[in-house]
């Protein structure tokens, strides 16, 4: 018979085995596992959310400190 690998996981520094754990604590290992990609799907989206604030704040930024083309003066109108 060929051996099985089984998959280890630490938990405060104590190593257990997935494949065996009970139906309670899989389900448990399994919302811990969820919520670390949330987690970092979370970390992502606010990444990306910042940094189109930015782009934005920067361009109202540019917007008032420019002189624009687009809107003539009053004199230039004349």
């Known amino acids: 018979m060929a051996k099985t690998k089984k998959t280890p996981f ?8 997935v494949e065996d754990l009970n139906e309670s604590q899989t389900i448990l290992f399994q919302h811990i ?5 949330k987690t970092k799907q979370l970390l992502f ?4 959310l ?18 624009t083309l687009e809107q003539p003066t ?5």
Do not use: W
């Open 74 to 78: 009053e004199k230039e109108s004349k």
């Open 33 to 37: 596992g969820d919520l670390e990609r």
């Open 10 to 17: 630490d938990l405060y520094d104590k190593e257990y085995f």
């Open 50 to 67: 910042n940094v189109g604030k930015q782009a934005f704040i920067d361009k109202l930024h540019l917007s008032l400190i420019e002189p």
């Open 45 to 48: 989206n606010l990444d990306q």
